[in-house]
């Protein structure tokens, strides 16, 4: 049984910074996975083309996934590798060589309050078999939050165009 209590939490705050100081560091670009932290971006694939957070991955964990996995979701299934970026990112989750994974839905404000069958409990559950040795938390109050801090987070929030499954990011807002 996943305990979410046990899910610590990140304020928007705290990741502002620790983006900033990732983006100091030469050859910390985070859409190749060489950052040390990993953002999951756990809200569906149509939100997250809508707008996400710079550098977030989106994992695909929907419903026939779901229905398939009956409550489990592995690693593999939630971040399949298609392209070089994503297996790059599911080899350093598989290796221990991000340091956190944050992982945040639209606006979750706490760890006790997911559902255990929601998105994020499913990937959190995913990243505790598979890659236990990454510190997991969650952004408290999600993307929500993050947008409404926008005035100050002009540069880290990303829209997207998709052309045959391959992500093009997009100016920043």
């Not at 997991?136 to 997207?160: D, Y």
């Amino acid at each position: 049984m996943l305990i979410m209590e046990e899910l610590r939490e990140m304020d928007c705050s705290v990741l502002k910074r620790l983006l900033k100081r990732e983006a100091v560091y030469p050859g910390s670009h985070r859409s190749s996975g060489s950052g040390t932290c990993l953002l999951l971006d756990c809200r569906p694939f149509l939100a997250h083309s809508a707008g996400f957070i710079q550098g977030s991955v989106n994992v695909r964990c929907n419903t026939i996934v779901r229905r398939r996995a009956k409550g489990s979701v592995s690693l593999e299934q939630m971040l399949p590798a298609g392209s070089k970026d994503e297996e790059e990112v599911l080899r350093r989750l598989r290796s221990g060589l991000y340091s956190a994974v944050i992982v945040y839905d639209e606006r979750s404000p706490r760890a006790e309050s997911l559902r255990e069958d929601s998105t994020v409990s499913l990937v959190v559950q995913a990243l505790r078999k598979g890659a236990d040795s990454a510190d997991i938390c969650l952004l408290k109050a999600g993307k929500h939050r993050w947008s409404v801090l926008l005035p100050l987070n002009r540069g880290q929030l990303q829209r997207c165009a998709y052309s045959r499954g391959v992500e093009a990011s997009g100016n920043g807002l």
